[in-house]
């Protein structure tokens, strides 16, 4: 056995895949949205409160996940469906600049995909919903 491979089974003995790692994750997202959007201030107490609130919010998603089973396996899915998808896009995107890529030489070109850019906004977001209920 590898040296790798015992400290990811001795990680998954304590528990920090199932508990820890979920939990830093909710927290951050949670303390991102808060600071971002500002919602107690800006200054040093609001950081404070924004970090206590996050805190208890991550608590909460951790002790009282609303998913079937645990946030770990949740997160787990999501992230590896939503790689595939990634993965897919990204393939789509180099095989069709490598096709039409020489055609576009100038920037007026590219008019046509601002206007129809909520067309693959909503691919994306129907995209982005079946992977959220199929995880």
Same mark, same amino acid.
């Given at each position: ?6 400290? *990811?089974?001795?990680? !998954?003995?304590?528990? %920090?895949?199932?508990?820890?790692? +979920?939990?830093? #994750? ?29 805190? *208890?919010?991550?608590?909460? %998603?951790?002790?009282?996940? +609303? ?19 990634? %993965? ?13 890529? +020489? ?16 067309? !693959?906004?909503?691919?994306? #977001? #129907? ?9």
């Amino acid at each position: 056995m590898s040296l790798f491979s015992g400290v *990811v089974d001795s990680l !998954f003995k304590y528990g %920090v895949y199932e508990f820890y790692l +979920p939990f830093l #994750l909710t927290f951050a997202i949670f303390y991102a949205l808060i600071r971002r959007t500002r919602v107690f201030g800006g200054d040093k107490v609001a950081n404070n409160i924004s970090t206590l609130v996050s805190l *208890v919010a991550a608590l909460y %998603v951790m002790a009282f996940s +609303p998913f079937a089973g645990s946030i770990s396996t949740f997160f787990a899915t999501f992230f590896a469906g939503t790689s595939v998808v990634l %993965v897919v896009i990204l393939s789509l995107l180099m095989i069709t600049m490598m096709l039409f890529g +020489p055609f576009w030489t100038k920037f007026g070109d590219m008019e046509w995909w601002g206007k129809h850019l909520w067309v !693959f906004v909503i691919i994306g #977001l #129907l995209i982005t919903l079946s992977l959220f209920a199929a995880s």
